[in-house]
């Protein structure tokens, strides 16, 4: 069983105290204060105190910070009214490439998106700024600023725009209001996914919209699809419409796929499994199989001595270069049988004259299997980031998996299994999967349980990469991100609309996790509460 297009800075802000006020409109209703104050942080880092704020008056007391999920970093209260959507309100932009963030914004407030402008009372004002965010924070930081009843958001990106949009609707969701004051905002990894394996489980084009959408307002910025393994094939080809399986997606459903998670600033990462986890290419051409020494099939594993695998496996992906222009594609390369007999050598000699014959007479299966990884990023092109599961890469042998390939780290418990620090010594970026934590397994065979939301909430970070413990924080930075896997290893344990339930709440705390690693500043009930507070609809 195994398990879009940004790149972004990093920056992390100590915490500092929050300050608990309520301000109110002019009607007497609840104003400037957003929430119950435990959401996110004033201003302030560990090297730059807050600034001092002022008195609160009997008019308007300071500012509450915003209650979003995932919480602000930092926020500076203020005295003042706040914001929130009203008749006669406009979303305007300073740049005419934000009309996309500007009138899906303006639609979900139920606002009149009125192009280039400067903003009125009871308006909001996109633009771009060539600051790169404060503390470093890269294309996916923002600040937004209430002020004079009107909103700015500012980033040095789309990117980090279309984040604080997400953030305004959230503050003004269910009737409440945005806060005075400033939110200084940015992630602390630049890759926060979800994933789904939609090869062994069918879900529909709106079940994966659907997803997009949510993924859209948790600031997540990759989706990724698992739709090749034993099981199926799931996604429309015109270089081998043989191998496709009868459910699955058409080219139009995909493109619609990509082009949604596009304007949600979403990478797409496609992913064809293999050399393993090909049943379903196995399925169509049967003299591909990887046979033993004995004759015996060994299931879902091609062989790769043959040249005609190579050949079908680059069909298929530069057939999708196109389909998916992202910037990211995902090797697989885990669970090759024949990697798992005790002298791979003996049981698949065919294998081993290969190995010799390619690389050299000290060659082994594992460096013919590495070859073919290395052989399979060549395939995809120079212009992609490529990652594999880490137990594609193996210890020793005369080859090397190449310095671009990044390690999917989702288990230990594979034959030989390396420790992720392994992989961080070597200089390698690494991507969270860790299935004690991350994966939500149909049917909880192999002694999985769905993951809560809770435990990813209180105990998970990036830097817990295997199992429980954390590996050294010097080594953060070479962690890219994670990613929240869904497989379907028992494909009718759930519907479709039960894993969306399933996955609800620990996809808000995966989100948070990735946003600000540091302790959550409210307990679980008060985070499940404000969950489901913030998608309300703002009126």
């Known amino acids: 069983m ?56 009997k008019s308007y007391p300071l500012s509450e910070a915003p209650a979003t999920v995932p919480a602000v970093r930092e926020h500076t209260p203020a005295r003042g009214p ?8 406009r979303v305007v932009v300073g740049d005419r ?54 909103v700015r958001i500012a980033a040095p990106a789309e990117a980090g725009v279309f984040h604080g949009t997400r953030t305004l609707k959230q503050e003004v969701a269910g009737g409440r209001s945005a806060p005075e004051g400033v939110v200084r905002d940015r ?36 989706l990724g699809l698992h739709f090749s393994d034993d099981q199926a094939f799931r996604i429309a080809s015109d270089s081998h419409p043989e191998v496709v399986s009868a459910d699955h997606l058409t080219k139009a459903q995909v493109r619609r796929i990509v082009d949604l998670a596009a304007e949600r ?92 014959d390619r690389i050299g007479p000290d060659a082994r299966v594992q460096d013919l299997a590495t070859a073919w990884l290395n052989d399979r990023a060549k395939a995809v092109g120079p212009g992609r980031d490529v990652r594999a599961w880490n137990d594609g890469f193996f210890r020793g042998g005369v080859t090397r998996v190449d310095d671009r390939i990044e390690v999917a780290y989702w288990t230990g418990k594979e034959i030989g299994a390396r420790e992720p620090v392994e992989y961080l010594r070597e ?69 479709q609309e039960q894993v969306a339930r399933g996955i609800r709440m620990p996809l808000r705390a995966t989100a948070q996790k990735l946003w600000d690693e540091r302790g959550p500043t409210r307990p679980w009930p008060a985070f499940v509460r404000l969950a489901g507070e913030v998608e309300r609809p703002a009126r």
């Open 97 to 150: 490439v934000l009309a996309d963030e500007a009138r899906l914004l303006a639609g979900e407030l139920r606002l009149r998106y009125a192009g280039e402008a400067e903003p009125r009372a009871g308006d909001v004002r996109l633009e771009l700024s060539g600051d790169r965010g404060r503390g470093g924070g890269g294309p996916e930081s923002y600040t937004l600023t209430v002020k004079d009843r009107t």
């Open 427 to 495: 200089g390698r970026d690494v991507l969270n999967y860790n299935d004690e934590y991350l994966y939500y397994v149909l049917g909880q065979p192999n002694d999985f349980r769905y993951p809560t939301g809770q435990r990813i909430y209180e105990q998970w970070t990036p830097l817990v990469l295997r199992g429980t413990r954390p590996v050294p924080a010097s080594y953060d930075r070479r962690i890219l991100g994670g990613t929240f896997a869904v497989w379907c290893d028992l494909a009718g344990a759930q519907t």
């Open 265 to 356: 600033h979403i990478t797409v990462v496609p992913e064809i499994d293999s050399p393993g986890h090909l049943g379903a290419v196995i399925a169509a051409h049967p003299d591909l199989q990887l046979r033993d020494s004995r004759g015996v099939a060994t299931r879902g594993a091609i062989d790769i001595a043959k040249p005609k695998a190579a050949e079908i496996v680059d069909d298929l992906l530069r057939e999708y270069d196109e389909l998916f222009p992202g910037a990211r594609w995902h090797l697989g390369a885990d669970e090759y049988q024949a990697l798992t007999r005790s002298d791979p050598e003996a049981s698949y000699p065919q294998l081993a004259a290969a190995a010799r």
């Open 82 to 89: 706040g914001w929130r959507p009203g008749d006669g309100g």
């Open 2 to 57: 195994i398990r879009g297009r940004l790149a972004v800075g990093t920056g992390i802000v100590a915490a500092g105290a929050v300050a608990l006020a309520v301000g109110f409109w002019p009607d007497g209703s609840g104003g400037g204060g957003g929430g119950s104050g435990d959401g996110g942080r004033t201003a302030g880092t560990a090297s730059e105190p807050a600034p001092r704020s002022p008195a609160p008056t």
């Open 187 to 222: 992630p602390a990894k630049p890759r926060r996914g979800f994933m789904v394996d939609i090869a062994r489980k069918h879900f529909s084009a709106g079940w994966i919209e659907d997803r997009i959408r949510e993924l859209g307002d948790l600031k997540y910025n990759e």
